[in-house]
């Protein structure tokens, strides 16, 4: 159904959205996938990315 990298966007999308009620079985993730392309809202999976990648992190650590 997805690749390797999109399950793994998903994964970090669902669990920034749901938090510890986060589902990651792959019938939960392909319901996710579905609901935001069929809602334009693809582009929550790389805002996802981007909140959780590392250099983001080290530049708030450093007050950047």
């Given at each position: 159904?997805?690749?390797?990298?999109?399950?793994?966007?998903?994964?970090?999308?669902?669990s920034?959205?749901?938090?510890?009620?986060?589902?990651?079985?792959?019938?939960?993730l392909?319901?996710?996938?579905?609901?935001?392309?069929?809602?334009n809202?693809?582009?929550?999976?790389?805002?996802?990315?981007?909140?959780?990648?590392e250099?983001?992190q080290?530049?708030?650590?450093?007050?950047?």
């Amino acid at each position: 159904m997805y690749s390797p990298l999109t399950k793994q966007l998903l994964k970090t999308y669902v669990s920034i959205q749901y938090q510890e009620n986060a589902d990651f079985s792959d019938e939960s993730l392909k319901q996710e996938l579905i609901w935001l392309y069929e809602n334009n809202e693809l582009d929550e999976l790389i805002l996802a990315e981007y909140l959780t990648s590392e250099p983001r992190q080290i530049a708030i650590a450093n007050g950047n």
